[in-house]
């Protein structure tokens, strides 16, 4: 039929012209539909698959095309985008968490805020004893920027020296230490004397921020791919062994936390087997969180279970949510066992004294780790700066966890909203507890 009408002599040239055109368009409309169904096909698988296809064909583009660097730029671009937002993603999480925190509910809240915290500081402390008995050498493509402390005293040297810069510079240079400070100062101020419409506001701008963190990491799966065609092109397979041995020892970590240490605290305060209630929350709210990888996602999941669980509404509806951005375990340990994953890398020795430092500045750290996808990997050059280690190398590190993340970031987030209910559960039966021995001693 197109050959036809155009050897019509009858036609003039322009109507041939404009029905060619028209034929174009609608060739590019066909074009364009199938191009909106493959991105809608791949928007609706999860992100843990797309970074596995990433990091799949990275690693096959490494072996057989090394010479085609114009990939590594993917991961440059990636990495560069996270280096731009994470100061600021800190700053306004800490902030709005801690300008949130506390409702007057009194024993209880102040019951929880001390598990989701006490058991906060324990994962480091069980992540820097893993880093120690089973120390991980990373593979870095520059450390030039590493700029380790020779001392002790120059440690907290730097950090009291970092405490106190500007806060503007401190979010443009990414001086992490210094945006925590301040971080933690005016959502104090601001829950003191802030009115509820002011710390609305920044409430808002945090979850904005995250919201771009979350368009950030869609790219991932790109991101992934030109990281891990860089690091196979130049290292070969071999550096999986090393990224192997990093992810059994992180699980490794969080397991620990989650079957030993999590339930010792339940135990020592309610004097009852833990285990049951655990493995509940284990089965209704981590597996769910294990898929997910998002704690905030997961918050409707643990209030309903908490409801189930015949726990306070009016308790629960605050700890869950709160629980959410502060009860960190799995985001801790990750901080904690990269950050001397790092240190060990460079050849930085690490005391006790200093790792215990390390352990609070993590746990403070955490408090702030984001409730989305790879939000506690953005915290790591906060933990590396304690240490006196530049953000480029930081940043390195960070790109190594997003490599892993597809296990790494699935166990944790378990953990971490596991916990919550965990917790929030482990607080009222306390409380209960108490006011039935208060009132067994007035009789």
């Not at 209880?108 to 994962?123: G, H, P, Q």
């Not at 500007?166 to 004397?193: D, E, Q």
């Not at 493995?279 to 918050?299: D, H, P, Y």
């Not at 965990?422 to 108490?434: C, L, N, P």
Request: net charge positive.
């Amino acid at each position: 039929m197109y050959k036809l009408f155009m050897r019509k002599e009858s036609v003039t040239e322009d109507f041939k012209i404009i029905f060619v055109s028209l034929l174009f368009v609608r060739k590019k409309k066909t074009d364009m539909k199938y191009f909106v169904q493959a991105f809608r096909a791949w928007n609706s698988t999860t992100l843990v698959f797309r970074i596995f296809i990433g990091l799949v064909v990275g690693a096959i583009l490494g072996i057989l095309v090394p010479e085609w660097t114009g990939i590594a730029i993917l991961g440059q671009v990636f990495v560069s985008a996270l280096k731009a937002i994470a100061p600021v993603l800190v700053a306004v999480l800490v902030t709005s968490s801690i300008a949130k925190a506390g409702s007057g509910l009194g024993t209880r809240f102040r019951t929880v805020m001390a598990c989701y915290l006490v058991s906060t500081f324990v994962a480091t402390l069980c992540a820097v004893a893993g880093s120690f008995l089973f120390p991980v050498d990373l593979q870095f493509a520059d450390t030039a920027g590493a700029t380790a402390p020779s001392a002790l005293a120059d440690v907290f040297n730097n950090l009291l020296t970092n405490m106190v810069t500007n806060p503007l510079i401190s979010v443009s240079s990414a001086n992490y230490i210094g945006i925590l400070c301040w971080a933690i100062l005016l959502g104090l101020a601001l829950k003191r004397h802030g009115r509820v419409n002011t710390i609305n506001v920044v409430s808002d701008f945090a979850e904005s921020v995250s919201r771009i963190v979350k368009w950030v990491i869609q790219t991932a799966p790109f991101g992934i791919m030109g990281l891990v065609f860089a690091t196979v092109s130049e290292g070969g397979l071999e550096v999986f062994t090393v990224y192997g041995k990093l992810v059994l020892l992180l699980v490794a970590c969080m397991l620990i936390n989650a079957f030993v240490f999590n339930p010792l605290i339940a135990y020592l305060m309610v004097k009852k087997n833990p285990y049951p209630l655990l493995f509940r929350c284990l089965k209704e709210s981590g597996l769910n969180a294990f898929f997910t990888r998002s704690s905030a996602a997961n918050i409707p999941i643990n209030l309903n279970l908490c409801r189930k669980l015949g726990l306070d509404e009016e308790f629960y509806s605050v700890s869950i949510p709160l629980g959410a951005t502060i009860n960190m375990d799995g985001a801790a340990v990750t901080i904690t066992v990269m950050t001397l994953a790092v240190a060990h890398t460079l050849g930085i020795e690490v005391t006790f004294t200093t790792a215990l430092f390390l352990g609070i500045i993590a746990t403070l750290g955490a408090c702030g780790a984001s409730g989305v996808a790879g939000g506690s990997l953005l915290l790591i050059p906060m933990a590396c700066s304690f240490l006196g280690i530049g953000n480029d190398v930081a940043m390195q590190a960070v790109a190594v966890g997003f490599i892993i993340s597809v296990v790494q970031d699935s166990v944790e987030t378990a953990l971490n909203s596991s916990g919550d209910v965990f917790f929030t559960a482990t607080a009222e039966y306390y409380d209960q507890k108490r006011l039935e021995k208060k009132k067994a001693s007035g009789e």
